[in-house]
């Protein structure tokens, strides 16, 4: 990453000074100020206004405690977050994260990709993000439900159709937003569908979010692989992860025939030069709750677990992070590249670090940054909330083809982007510049609030 120029370095300080320790946010806003120079040249309404140090200030936090009672009748206690980033462009939107490495932190680093990954769908959305130190894994369906029993408990007063629309992220799926809708009912007495996405397709949910994130992802890079005359036909993939957006990603790459040789979990990763068995992967991962040492004992001689494994050894062309933050780092990306991958795009939230992103950049990686490749999750979301509010439901191949159009699109915007500026095919510029531009012009429109 090169030197911010004086005005920006200097906002890039008082970020820095106002929210010690938060070093993922640090990061996130370092990583869009590094693409906002030449923009700010451009525009000089966005100074006097001091729009990014607005940007860089959360509209409200919230903490609150999350009690609850464990099935041996002992008392937990977690913390629990919303950071209510930016609604210049609709209300508060983004997924709760569940995983005990959950801070304010992370929190505000989530919430700030959202507000620019939320313009880019082009649909009216603000950003959010929020979650809890809670860890759900090893827990029973009772004991998931009364923390979210919990935790709605608190959150329920904070958010609303037109107010804030939370959904799902790591460790919070189905069945998790299934229990805090309940619990929002129940306190609330309404049968507010758009207060919260995700929902199971038959109580308000919509056709295509479950798989839109992943199959997002992976439209997202068979467009970037165009701009140079190929396509994901006949290439081999890598997927970290194998959660929510691994297991559609897996799944989309496989219908336009790549091969998915590689996925993981926070034990280890698996091989399989034939492919990974998607309907299997679901099965351990979504019904059993299993992780992939399971998946790999059923299936047998051809699936090598490699336990405690870097996934970014196994050679491929394509590279589809899409497990957490900073899971590419400098030595894997070099790696990758040695390699002869040709194509990154996240999955995850800020999976690549700066300095892995520099080597991609700099060996001509095609780069897809998560606020436009993974934008597909919440731009279903929004058209869920579409459904809701004109009381209706799309079929699967509408609402596919509507996911499509919108990563097509975010793609082209991206790339057109990026052209303006003179950085042509610099994804990152091309996405953190339109996002940028579509707020602070919704902010200065609005004035100064
Ligand atoms: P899930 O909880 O469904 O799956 C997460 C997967 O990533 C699991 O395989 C998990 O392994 C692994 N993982 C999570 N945290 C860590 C960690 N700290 N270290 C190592 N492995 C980890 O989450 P999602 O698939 O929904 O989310 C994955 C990523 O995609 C996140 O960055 C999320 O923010 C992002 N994202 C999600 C969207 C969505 O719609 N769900 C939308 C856009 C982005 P294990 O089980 O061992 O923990
Ligand atoms: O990171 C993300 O974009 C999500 N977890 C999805 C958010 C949403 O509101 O669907």
């Known amino acids: 990453m090169s030197a911010l120029e004086p005005k920006l370095q200097s906002i890039y300080e008082l970020v820095l000074q106002r929210n010690p320790g938060e070093t993922e946010f640090h990061q996130a806003v370092r990583e869009v100020l590094d693409s906002l120079g030449p923009v700010m040249a451009k525009h ?20 609150f405690r999350v009690p609850w009672v464990d099935d041996n009748g002992r008392i937990e206690i977690h913390r629990g977050f919303r950071v209510e980033f930016n609604s210049a462009l609709g209300p508060y939107k983004g997924g709760l994260r569940f995983h005990p490495s959950v801070y304010l932190g992370i929190v505000k680093f989530l919430g700030f990709e959202q507000i620019f990954k939320n313009a880019l769908t082009g649909l009216p959305i603000g950003g959010g993000k929020g979650g809890s130190d809670f860890d759900p894994k090893g827990r029973s369906d009772g004991e998931v439900m009364r923390f979210c029993q919990s935790f709605m408990t608190e959150l329920y007063r904070h958010i609303g159709e037109y107010t804030d629309v939370p959904a799902g992220d790591v460790g919070v799926g189905g069945r998790e937003i299934g229990y805090l809708f309940g619990q929002y009912k129940r306190i609330t007495n309404r049968y507010e569908s758009g207060v919260l996405t995700g929902k199971g397709v038959g109580w308000g949910g919509s056709l295509v ?13 068979d467009e970037m692989l165009r701009t140079r005359g190929g396509s994901l036909d ?7 992860g194998s959660g929510n957006v691994a297991i559609y990603a897996i799944e989309k790459v496989h219908e ?13 990763y698996v091989v399989e030069e034939k492919g990974i068995d998607v309907e299997l992967l679901k099965e351990v991962k979504e019904v059993r709750r299993g992780r992939m ?12 677990h490699v336990a405690g494994g870097r996934i970014w050894e196994v050679p491929c062309d394509v590279a589809l992070p ?18 002869g991958c040709v194509a990154v795009a996240e999955g995850a939230n800020m999976p690549t670090t700066p300095a892995a992103t520099q080597i991609f950049a700099e060996a001509g990686v095609l780069f897809g940054p ?20 004109s009381r209706d439901s799309w079929t699967f191949d509408y609402t596919q083809d509507r996911l499509a159009e919108i990563m097509k699109g975010i793609h082209e915007r991206c790339a057109a982007t990026a052209d303006e500026y003179d950085v042509p095919g610099n994804y990152v ?16 429109a609005l004035g100064v609030v």
Do not use: W
């Open 44 to 63: 000089a309404a966005y100074t006097d206004a001091r729009v990014i140090e607005r940007i860089c200030e959360p509209e409200r936090q919230i903490i």
């Open 209 to 221: 979010r479950t798989e839109a994130t992943g199959y997002g992802t992976v439209y997202f890079v």
């Open 234 to 240: 006949g290439k081999r993939v890598l997927v970290s």
């Open 256 to 268: 336009l025939g790549g091969t998915v040789v590689a996925c993981s979990d926070s034990g280890g």
């Open 293 to 304: 040492t399971d998946y790999a004992d059923a299936r047998g001689s051809g699936a090598n």
């Open 322 to 339: 899409s497990a957490t933050q900073n899971e590419i780092e400098e030595a894997d990306a070099r790696r990758l590249v040695d390699h």
């Open 370 to 389: 998560g606020k436009a490749a993974n934008a597909g999750g919440v731009a279903t979301s929004a058209l869920e909330m579409q459904q809701n509010a």
């Open 429 to 444: 510029v091309g996405a953190n510049a339109a996002a940028f531009v579509q707020v602070a012009d919704a902010m200065l």
